[in-house]
């Protein structure tokens, strides 16, 4: 059985995901072709080195991340850090022949993310980016209705993901909201998810207008070690969000289909709001992340009556009979972080290529990309392939 030496650089609120996974992958999927094992985990902040060693497992921790990414004893590297980070580190691991897995986005600006596709593929390593709600067990399920022909030519899709993380005016001004240490806002956090889940349910966009807002244009000054979603006063210095709060987008697909987007992290009501709708001529679904276990089907059949039908989770769809047997015995998020890091690790040591990959990344920000250019020009724009000449 193959071993898979990991380092994780960042042991915030995903790399612990990512290393609990680990953890739980053997008594998950005793199929698996592979054994994991936490070796270094790098962290700036001495409480999460302490923790990696302790509580998670890793043979060592370290302050230093590129000695983490390029260690010897080191075959997989999963990049979890803030995301202006995410570049150089690639860079540092696929130089040294790493697997790279990184969250989303890979960069905080599309070109980021072409230039980690790059270092990839210059040195041949295999890849993998968290786009971790495509692996929801009826997700995949949504899929193989729409590629199965069930709701027959598809005609609309409506993506969304509204969240409340950013909408305390009083949340503190900290990486996430600026334009350096983060780069764009929500077209890069969460519609990154939305754009993956349409290409990956219905196909490529080729053609894209939106628009942009920043709802809450200051936001108070950290101080010390202020926790990344800590509150300030009204009385506090504020500074300027240097990012997009809110993004909406109308697209054409490649098949004809039209398409609807928005997203927001100041939102009031929608707490996680991840959803999609998918129209065809013969059916319709819809799924949100709030409702995980739960796929909703209308089927335009004679003699059916109106209305959509709930499918619920369980066992005889993908995965999900790793986690709990039966039917409507629902899973969690973290458990989709396990099936994706199960299936990374399993193509490492089965030799084939990995979906969703720094590809797949490039053709998000490629939409992204035309996005950002429609906001200058107001106007349509084409989505360009930016893995051309790469």
Same mark, same amino acid.
């Given at each position: 059985?193959?071993?898979?030496?990991?380092?994780?650089?960042?042991?915030?609120?995903?790399?612990?995901?990512?290393?609990?996974?680990?953890?739980?992958?053997?008594?998950?999927?005793?199929?698996?072709?592979?054994?994991?094992?936490?070796?270094?985990?790098?962290?700036?902040?001495?409480?999460?080195?302490?923790?990696?060693?302790?509580?998670?497992?890793?043979?060592?921790?370290?302050?230093?991340?590129?000695?983490?990414?390029?260690?010897?004893?080191?075959?997989?590297?999963?990049?979890?850090?803030?995301?202006?980070?995410?570049?150089?580190?690639?860079?540092?691991?696929?130089?040294?022949?790493?697997?790279?897995?990184?969250?989303?986005?890979?960069?905080?600006?599309?070109?980021?993310?072409?230039?980690?596709?790059?270092?990839?593929?210059?040195?041949?390593?295999?890849?993998?980016?968290?786009?971790?709600?495509?692996?929801?067990?009826?997700?995949?399920?949504?899929?193989?209705?729409?590629?199965?022909?069930?709701?027959?030519?598809?005609?609309?899709?409506?993506?969304?993901?509204?969240?409340?993380?950013?909408?305390?005016?009083?949340?503190?001004?900290?990486?996430?909201?600026?334009?350096?240490?983060?780069?764009?806002?929500?077209?890069?956090?969460?519609?990154?998810?939305?754009?993956?889940?349409?290409?990956?349910?219905?196909?490529?966009?080729?053609?894209?207008?939106?628009?942009?807002?920043?709802?809450?244009?200051?936001?108070?000054?950290?101080?010390?070690?202020?926790?990344?979603?800590?509150?300030?006063?009204?009385?506090?210095?504020?500074?300027?969000?240097?990012?997009?709060?809110?993004?909406?987008?109308?697209?054409?697909?490649?098949?004809?289909?039209?398409?609807?987007?928005?997203?927001?992290?100041?939102?009031?009501? $929608?707490?996680?709001?991840? =959803?999609?709708? @998918?129209?065809?001529?013969?059916? #319709? *679904?819809?799924? +949100?992340? /709030?409702?995980?276990?739960?796929?909703?089907?209308?089927?335009?059949?004679?003699?059916?009556?109106?209305?959509?039908?709930?499918?619920?989770?369980?066992?005889?769809?993908?995965?999900?009979?790793?986690?709990?047997?039966?039917?409507?015995?629902?899973?969690?998020?973290?458990?989709?972080?396990?099936?994706?890091?199960?299936?990374?690790?399993?193509?490492?040591?089965?030799?084939?290529?990995?979906? $969703?990959?720094?590809?797949? =990344?490039?053709? @998000?920000?490629?939409?992204?990309? #035309? *996005?950002?250019? +429609?906001? /200058?020009?107001?106007?349509?724009?084409?989505?360009?392939?930016?893995?051309?000449?790469?």
């Amino acid at each position: 059985m193959k071993k898979i030496r990991i380092a994780v650089l960042g042991l915030g609120w995903m790399g612990q995901a990512h290393s609990r996974s680990a953890l739980r992958i053997p008594s998950l999927f005793p199929e698996r072709e592979f054994n994991p094992e936490l070796v270094v985990c790098a962290d700036t902040d001495a409480s999460r080195r302490e923790r990696a060693v302790a509580d998670f497992g890793f043979r060592r921790a370290t302050d230093d991340w590129r000695a983490a990414a390029t260690a010897d004893d080191v075959d997989a590297v999963w990049v979890t850090a803030p995301n202006m980070m995410h570049l150089p580190m690639i860079e540092a691991a696929t130089a040294a022949g790493k697997a790279v897995f990184s969250e989303k986005p890979i960069g905080g600006k599309p070109e980021q993310t072409v230039q980690a596709f790059a270092y990839a593929k210059a040195t041949g390593v295999a890849t993998g980016v968290g786009y971790n709600y495509l692996w929801s067990p009826l997700v995949i399920h949504a899929r193989d209705l729409i590629s199965g022909g069930a709701l027959g030519q598809i005609t609309h899709y409506r993506g969304r993901f509204l969240s409340m993380y950013g909408s305390d005016e009083l949340g503190l001004l900290t990486w996430r909201f600026k334009l350096d240490e983060a780069g764009y806002g929500v077209s890069s956090d969460i519609l990154s998810h939305s754009v993956s889940m349409a290409q990956y349910l219905v196909g490529d966009i080729s053609e894209v207008v939106g628009m942009r807002n920043t709802t809450i244009a200051r936001r108070p000054l950290p101080t010390g070690a202020a926790s990344h979603y800590g509150q300030g006063e009204p009385s506090d210095p504020t500074g300027e969000v240097e990012n997009e709060d809110f993004a909406s987008m109308l697209c054409r697909f490649a098949n004809g289909a039209t398409g609807t987007f928005e997203v927001s992290r100041t939102v009031v009501g $929608p707490e996680s709001q991840n =959803a999609f709708e @998918v129209y065809g001529t013969k059916g #319709a *679904l819809s799924w +949100s992340l /709030e409702q995980l276990n739960e796929l909703m089907y209308y089927r335009k059949d004679v003699g059916v009556n109106s209305g959509y039908t709930t499918i619920f989770g369980g066992d005889r769809f993908p995965y999900q009979g790793a986690f709990a047997p039966g039917q409507a015995n629902s899973i969690g998020f973290e458990d989709l972080i396990a099936i994706e890091d199960y299936a990374f690790m399993q193509s490492m040591a089965t030799g084939e290529t990995f979906h $969703p990959g720094f590809a797949e =990344a490039v053709d @998000v920000v490629s939409v992204q990309q #035309a *996005l950002i250019d +429609s906001w /200058e020009s107001r106007t349509w724009e084409t989505v360009r392939d930016l893995k051309a000449g790469y």
